[in-house]
């Protein structure tokens, strides 16, 4: 009985250690992806929302076109979050499929 439970054992980990080396390696994709791009994200959504004021507040634009600037920066702003959000959404799938080896 010993010996078929740490066959069936040695089984769950060889079927799960291809998925979590695909879910290893789509995690240090995105989190590459996210590194690279955030800073460009936070930039361009900080000039947005800093035109959004500036143009209001000097009177070059109207409330709703600012405030569509001011939508359109803070979405452009958050991308990065999101982003870092499903990087933790990936570790956590990998931290799941790994448990199935402590069974």
Same mark, same amino acid.
């Given at each position: 009985?010993?010996?078929?439970?740490?066959?069936?054992?040695?089984?769950?980990?060889?079927? #799960?250690?291809?998925?979590?080396?695909?879910?290893?390696?789509?995690?240090?994709?995105?989190?590459?992806?996210?590194?690279?791009?955030?800073?460009?994200?936070? %930039? %361009?959504?900080?000039? %947005?929302?800093? #035109?959004? @004021? %500036?143009?209001?507040?000097?009177?070059?634009?109207? *409330?709703?076109?600012?405030?569509?600037?001011?939508? *359109? *920066?803070? &979405? @452009?702003?958050?991308?990065?979050?999101?982003?870092?959000?499903? &990087?933790?959404?990936?570790?956590?799938?990998? &931290?799941?499929?790994?448990?199935?080896?402590?069974?």
């Amino acid at each position: 009985m010993k010996a078929i439970r740490w066959l069936l054992k040695l089984v769950l980990v060889i079927m #799960t250690l291809p998925l979590i080396l695909a879910v290893w390696l789509i995690k240090w994709f995105v989190v590459f992806l996210h590194h690279c791009s955030a800073w460009i994200f936070y %930039l %361009l959504g900080s000039v %947005l929302l800093a #035109t959004a @004021i %500036l143009s209001y507040l000097m009177q070059q634009s109207q *409330g709703m076109e600012a405030l569509q600037m001011l939508i *359109g *920066g803070f &979405v @452009i702003f958050m991308i990065p979050q999101v982003v870092g959000g499903v &990087v933790v959404l990936l570790e956590l799938a990998a &931290v799941m499929l790994r448990q199935i080896w402590y069974i």
